[in-house]
């Protein structure tokens, strides 16, 4: 009865046979590496969805290290929250040679007693799990640092914004979209008309920033709201690419 289900061609030619029993088991216990990328808009349950993948990741206890743009140039524990207030702790780090430094337990963090059983080849510590939050932040290093844990057999699950605040593609996010085995793109809610927000609007004072405002801004006292494509509003061009109404009138001209 078996073999009935065999196909006939594969017992009377070279093609290789269907995997079977042990065989099929020896394969499923191969680590396969994956990069994973949580995108979108703030406010859009990126954060909330690392958290919710790291936290079953360490239910099932597997190694699990968390990754987040240190917004001084220190390290410390720091912790990945979401707008809804869930949390899980994090390191905070500068940029990607630092997240490789402690990755391979060039650092201190690692180096401790209590990892040293997982390590790799005796040389790198071992995780299943690497989790980075807000890589927009990082540097663009970040993206072959995290194809070479992939290749080792880490998942690496990595959480940004696809968009600037001008809604222009973010740094290195576009590439690692490419590069990803799993994407999901969320949405958030419009705060002018409840509609799938799928980018971030920032305001100074109330206002629409500028396009030629710097992408980081740091100290100043701007917020930030999510907007469908249709209320997303830029001030300072003529030359709006993909938020024209449908009125006719772009909704960043001055
Ligand atoms: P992100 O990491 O994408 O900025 P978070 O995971 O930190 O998002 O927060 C998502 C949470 O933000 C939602 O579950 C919701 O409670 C809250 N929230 C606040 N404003 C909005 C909005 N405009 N649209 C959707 N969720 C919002």
């Known amino acids: 009865m078996e073999n009935a289900k065999i196909p006939y061609m594969f017992k009377h030619t070279s093609h290789p046979r269907p995997l079977e029993g042990k065989h099929l088991q020896q394969i499923q216990h191969v680590q396969q590496g994956q990069l994973e990328l949580i995108v979108g808009p703030m406010f859009s349950g990126k954060s909330e969805e690392l958290i919710r993948r790291v936290t079953r990741a360490l239910i099932a206890k597997q190694n699990v290290v968390v990754f987040k743009p240190a917004l001084d140039d220190r390290y410390h524990a720091s912790a990945v929250a979401s707008h809804n207030g869930r949390s899980v ?27 040293s059983s997982n390590r790799l ?19 663009p290093r970040v993206v072959e640092l ?11 699950i990595v959480a940004g914004l ?61 917020s930030y709201e999510a907007r ?27």
């Open 146 to 156: 995290a194809l070479q844990w992939v290749c080792l057999g880490a998942r690496v």
């Open 89 to 115: 702790a994090a390191h905070a780090v500068q940029d990607s040679h630092h997240i490789r430094q402690l990755l391979e337990g060039e650092s201190p963090l690692f180096a401790a007693p209590d990892h």
């Open 162 to 222: 696809d968009l600037d605040f001008r809604g222009e593609p973010f740094s290195m996010v576009p590439e690692l979209l490419a590069r990803a085995e799993h994407v999901d793109k969320l949405s958030a809610i419009c705060m002018i008309c409840g509609a799938p927000a799928t980018r971030t609007q920032r305001l100074i004072g109330g206002n629409p920033a500028r396009f030629d405002d710097p992408i980081v801004m740091v100290g100043a006292s701007e």
């Open 121 to 139: 080849n005796n040389q790198i510590p071992h995780f299943d799990v690497i989790a980075i939050d807000e890589i927009q932040f990082f540097d």
């Open 228 to 254: 469908c494509r249709m209320h997303h509003e830029i001030l300072g061009t003529a030359d709006v690419k993909d938020n024209a109404r449908g009125d006719g009138i772009s909704a960043g001209r001055i």
